[in-house]
């Protein structure tokens, strides 16, 4: 494989936009008064796991890998007397201020409220845009960056309430954010910029895992009943209030060690339990009619989450046909059936808002399955964890579709905390040596191929006219836009496993160069960048402090130049991509 010149690359952008975005002042928050100096002598270690959701976020830390002693954040400004393991992802700006903001419980139940803007991290579809409304003057990462902010601040003030100044000073903090399975790249890393902005990397280490595996392992290191063993095949179906995340493992080994394999390539969608909120605000829309446009904002607001009350404890039980919704400011309107300042809503409209989204969840369960059982072999246990996965209906209609197939469904204890607690376990673990029965083993399978582009020796036939150049340091002709993929969908991975790749590159004088790594969700990736192929980063090396005595020295004619050979390392982490450039067997700078 000859690697020359940088490759021309289409830029990650739709062509269609118009033009680059404004010029925007992103927010970065100055040093707090938590900053953890490099230098410091620390005695104690303590990991925080930080759930960001899209509908609520929760915070849980520890300091050993036992899942009873792992703590979880379950007082919050303004909620007063209540213990609640989370608190809502809202946030709502100052009236004509981009700056001033009130958070989770702490936002008056007048104001107005921007939530689910999580979601804009990884999608831009307008609908969901529309939704979240971002004020003038901000985007999407200065809100995430601001709400994380808080988050941060109130983690950090938590502990050294809970713990003392004096413990504080010796004990390192360091924080595992935890970012759905099915995130794209991109997503993850405007996920991270923000987390980074926000503070966590002050002087923190931050590490990203997956939602649904850090979710499996706490639930499996956690089960009483022991309904889990090895040799079993579970698909772990986390559901929350934005998106729904499946992964299937094939359980190894449980204790001493705990080693899991996934066995199908995981998945998810938008089908979280926000959509039934959806589904009722268009309900109630229709049911208002023509009254819908005199109520007030904050009145359509109140509506939504008293409905929620009603959603988390709808069971489809035979006994009980009504359901009531509190909606304020209107006593009777008998033609939308609202009596005594309440909703009424028949059973079956209730199973209506819900049957779209779990059967769209059962289908995502099915094709975990149909996929372990082409691969791996039967599933018999399902896992419902997650907010969403509390829900008492979900698991009625799972475990009707799923029981005379002979699969059991569990809802395990701490379904809705299983994420947050399983971030600590796993960020716990990070310092253990692989070999250490401690250190929980999880065996991926990557979920796109990977590869990175360069140029060939031009052949025709196989490379295309508008592909070709001139190599002006060897005169060769040579084909661009090729890829060479390092890993592909469906290959097994694990944290420890570096994948690599030999390449060459011709020079004049040793300059700053860009390697393009790309990715494909395609089950025949093409060779050459087209499809859906896209760039997934764009890394820059630096060889120019090598002495040039270094690099093999080549002629052509009477004109010299240098040929460095170099090797791309690519390890993938369970919510992380890491790229290295490795020269002489030395990393390089990038
Ligand atoms: N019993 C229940 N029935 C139905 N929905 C429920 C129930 N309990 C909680 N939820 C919903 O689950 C969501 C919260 O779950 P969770 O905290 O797991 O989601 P999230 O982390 O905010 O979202 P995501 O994981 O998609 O980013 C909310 O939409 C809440 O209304
Ligand atoms: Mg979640």
Not at 175 to 185: D, I, K
Not at 224 to 244: F, K, L, M, P, W
Not at 571 to 585: G, M, P, R
Request: hydrophobic fraction near 35%.
């Amino acid at each position: 494989m000859v690697f020359s010149t940088p490759t021309e690359l289409p830029a990650p952008v739709p062509a269609h936009r118009p033009q680059a975005p404004p010029p925007h002042q992103r927010r970065v928050y100055p040093a707090s008064q938590f900053v953890q100096s490099p230098q410091a002598q620390f005695r104690h270690r303590i990991i925080v796991g930080v759930d960001f959701g899209t509908t609520y976020s929760a915070v849980a830390w520890g300091a050993s890998s036992d899942p009873d002693s792992i703590e979880i954040i379950n007082s919050w400004p303004t909620s007063g007397t209540r213990v609640m393991d989370s608190c809502p992802t809202e946030i709502s700006y100052q009236e004509g201020s981009t700056v001033d903001f009130s958070w989770g419980y702490d936002i008056p139940s007048t104001a107005r409220r921007l939530s689910w803007f999580k979601l804009l991290l990884e999608s831009d579809e307008d609908d969901i845009k529309r939704k979240v409304n971002i004020p003038e003057g901000l985007d999407v990462m200065d809100v995430c960056t601001d709400f994380l902010h808080a988050l941060y601040i109130y983690t950090m003030e938590t502990l050294y309430r809970k713990k003392g100044r004096q413990v504080m000073e010796i004990t390192k903090v360091d924080f595992v954010l935890t970012v759905p399975a099915v995130w794209n790249e991109a997503a993850k890393q405007r996920t991270q910029k923000c987390a980074e902005a926000a503070g966590f990397t002050n002087g923190h280490k931050l590490t990203m895992i997956s939602e649904p595996e850090a979710a499996a392992v706490f639930c499996i290191k956690n089960q009483d009943a022991h309904n889990i063993g090895a040799g079993d095949r579970i698909v772990v179906c986390d559901a929350g209030g934005g998106t729904v995340d499946l992964i299937t493992y094939n359980c190894l080994e449980i204790s001493p060690r705990l080693r899991v394999r996934e066995c199908a390539v995981g998945e998810g969608a938008f089908a979280g339990s926000s959509k039934i909120d959806r589904n009722f605000a268009e309900y109630f829309k229709e049911r208002m009619g023509p009254h819908f446009e005199n109520l007030r904002l904050e009145t359509q607001q109140k509506v939504i989450k008293n409905f929620e009350a009603i959603k988390c404890g709808f069971r489809d039980r035979p006994d009980q046909e009504l359901y009531h919704v509190t909606v304020p400011t209107v006593n009777n309107l008998p033609e939308a059936g609202i009596e005594n300042g309440e909703l009424i809503i028949p059973r079956e409209d209730m199973r209506a808002l819900f049957d779209p989204v779990i059967n769209e969840v059962i289908t995502l369960i099915y094709n975990q399955i149909k996929e372990t059982s082409e691969n791996a072999g039967r599933v018999n246990t399902i896992l419902l964890v997650g907010g969403f996965g509390e829900s008492l209906y979900l698991y009625q209609r799972v475990v009707a579709w799923a029981g005379p197939h002979d699969i059991n469904v569990i809802q395990p204890k701490s379904a809705a905390t299983a994420i947050v607690k399983g971030a600590v376990i796993r960020g716990l673990e990070i310092h253990l040596d692989a070999s250490h029965p401690g250190k929980t083993q999880v065996e991926r399978l990557c979920r796109k191929n990977y590869g990175t582009v360069s140029s060939q020796i031009f052949v025709p036939g196989k490379h295309l006219d508008e592909d070709a150049w001139i190599d002006p340091q060897t005169g060769r002709k040579m084909a661009r836009n090729q890829v060479s993929w390092f890993i592909r969908k469906g290959q097994p991975l694990t944290d420890e496993r570096r994948f690599s790749n030999n390449f060459h590159r011709n020079f004049k004088h040793p300059t700053p160069f860009l390697d393009a790594m790309v990715a494909s969700t395609s089950d025949m990736p093409p060779n050459r960048v087209e499809g859906d192929v896209h760039v997934v980063c764009r890394m820059t090396s630096d060889l120019s402090s090598v002495p040039k005595n270094l690099f093999e020295k080549k002629w052509k004619g009477f004109r010299s130049f240098y040929s460095a050979r170099y090797r791309l390392d690519m390890t993938i982490e369970s919510a992380e991509i890491k790229f290295e450039l490795v020269y002489n067997d030395r990393y390089a700078p990038s």
